[in-house]
């Protein structure tokens, strides 16, 4: 019988580590700069943008059902990676606000245009709870920048530090940061970038992307409490100029309370989000509106005088319609209400 040759032991096994073989220094280097045996959450369902990241940050869990952040949170998790395209749908944005509220991780929303996306797409994903956005996958440089702790100390400043000294002085510095950025916000209330990030640049309602947003919030909080809930789409034939727009845009903001959402839709049209409130109360609401904007005789860009059509549809409770459902029973009102030059029609 042949003897079998030595075997060759590794370091790590001989330092009594196990026999897998040292990771590379500079993935080390990563893995002890964003944890103390915490691992590093990757949420997405796309098996290509978690090898990415796994072949260079250390420890990854990767989870394909998003609710599971809760269990990889509670077992140290500390920092996390979020696709933008959440499976089955999920609004991304929706997700991060969520995180933000409960914990205290580090997130990275990674968008596949992340390098082409403006300023203002960036404050949206700061305003919903990610610390930055990167590509999707994320290259090694990219991530080897965010796992380093940041400077700032404004999420984690204690990443890699660990024990009872390190959870009081998580607690110290969060809480002092969480302090300064208060005092700041009361002092300087409207950001710039926020504000353009959700707004329409021309008429300085929301945008499509905040409307579609807040569209989320409210289904999902009518659905849990059984609020009634309505939406609406509202819009004319033709283009307008700027300054019609902005008249038209006072008139709304006149007759909608302030816990209601008012985005621009498209060129000609908007999309209303009225909680607590049902489909007669808000056709009679834009029956209103219609009559307003007729006796201010507004016209469009080649003179024709601007008549709104509005569709409607209430979210019945209790209900488990999708969004997407109650939209495109809002849509067929709306042009149905078009076709038949309706002030509104619910559908």
Not at 91 to 97: D, I, K, S, T, V
Not at 144 to 167: E, R, T, V
Not at 212 to 219: I, K, P, Q, T
């Amino acid at each position: 019988m042949k003897s079998k040759p030595p075997v060759r032991k590794s370091n790590n096994t001989a330092k009594g580590k196990g026999s897998r073989s040292k990771p590379a220094a500079g993935r080390a280097k990563i893995a002890d700069a964003a944890q103390q045996g915490a691992p590093v959450v990757v949420v997405t369902s796309n098996s290509t943008f978690a090898r990415a990241i796994e072949r260079v940050v250390h420890d990854v869990a990767v989870l394909k059902d998003p609710r599971g952040i809760d269990s990889a949170v509670a077992t140290g998790a500390r920092v996390a990676f979020v696709d933008s395209e959440l499976p089955e749908g999920a609004n991304c944005y929706e997700f991060l606000r969520r995180l933000r509220v409960r914990t205290s991780l580090r997130i990275a929303l990674c968008h596949p245009n992340a390098k082409k996306l403006d300023a203002s797409i960036h404050a949206l994903a700061r305003f919903a709870g990610a610390e930055t956005v990167l590509s999707s996958p994320p290259s090694p440089a990219e991530l080897k920048s965010f796992m380093k702790p940041p400077a700032s100390g404004l999420i984690d400043p204690i990443l890699g530090a660990s024990g009872q000294d390190a959870a009081r002085s998580a607690s110290t510095e969060r809480r002092a940061s969480f302090e300064k950025r208060i005092l700041h916000d009361i002092s300087n209330p409207h950001d710039p970038a926020l504000l353009d990030a959700i707004c329409d640049p021309e008429t300085r309602l929301y945008s499509s992307v905040y409307g579609a947003f807040a569209y989320d919030l409210e289904v999902k909080r009518a659905q849990r409490f059984a609020f009634p809930l309505s939406i609406a789409i509202v819009g004319f034939d033709g283009e307008a100029s700027t300054e019609v727009l902005l008249e038209i845009a006072g008139i709304f903001l006149n007759e909608i309370r302030d816990t209601d959402t008012l985005a621009r839709f498209s060129i000609n049209s908007f999309f209303f989000v009225l909680p607590n409130t049902l489909a007669d109360g808000a056709c009679a609401m834009l029956e209103r509106i219609a009559k307003s904007v007729a006796k201010r005789k507004l016209r469009d860009l080649v003179g024709d005088l601007i008549q709104l059509n509005s569709g409607v549809a209430g979210l019945a409770i209790p209900s488990n319609e999708t969004r997407d459902v109650l939209f495109q029973r809002a849509f067929r009102a709306f042009e149905k209400a078009r076709v038949e030059l309706r002030p509104a029609v619910s559908g």
